[in-house]
Nanobody
Framework: QVQLVESGGGLAQAGGSLRLSCAASGRTFTNYAMGWFRQAPGKEREFVAA????????YYADSKKGRFTISRDNAKNTVYLQMNRLKPDDTAVYYCAAGDVYYPGSFDYTDVDGYKYWGQGTQVTVLS
């Protein structure tokens, strides 16, 4: 049974930093994409960042480039999202997701529907 467990959310001041973690278990994720999405109250879930367990490629929403960094620790089966220079607009529930990349050339890392497994989410609140 696949489990994705997020942690690291909480309160932060504007301009501060948080690091989210996503511990993955239940299968081999070698051919998987791991993504971070977020959902603010009253808004749709939106893409933040993603990577593949295999290779060095990372993907970011344009507005997150330069402030957010996604990374992984293969030994710990954990994916991280380092968030710097936080803004009140970053307040949301952050979700970790995993999706099987059957066709690497056509996988849309930004698409919610491409991810089969989801964590329960972790709340991030940025105070102004």
């Amino acid at each position: 049974q696949v489990q994705l467990v997020e942690s690291g959310g909480g309160l932060a001041q504007a301009g501060g930093s948080l690091r989210l973690s996503c511990a993955a278990s239940g299968r081999t994720f070698t051919n998987y994409a791991m993504g971070w999405f977020r959902q603010a109250p009253g808004k749709e879930r939106e893409f933040v960042a993603a990577l593949r367990w295999r290779g060095d490629s990372t993907y970011y929403a344009d507005s997150k480039k330069g402030r957010f960094t996604i990374s992984r620790d293969n030994a710990k089966n954990t994916v991280y999202l380092q968030m710097n220079r936080l803004k009140p607009d970053d307040t949301a529930v952050y979700y970790c997701a995993a999706g099987d990349v059957y066709y690497p050339g056509s996988f849309d890392y930004t698409d919610v529907d491409g991810y089969k497994y989801w964590g329960q989410g972790t709340q991030v609140t940025v105070l102004s």
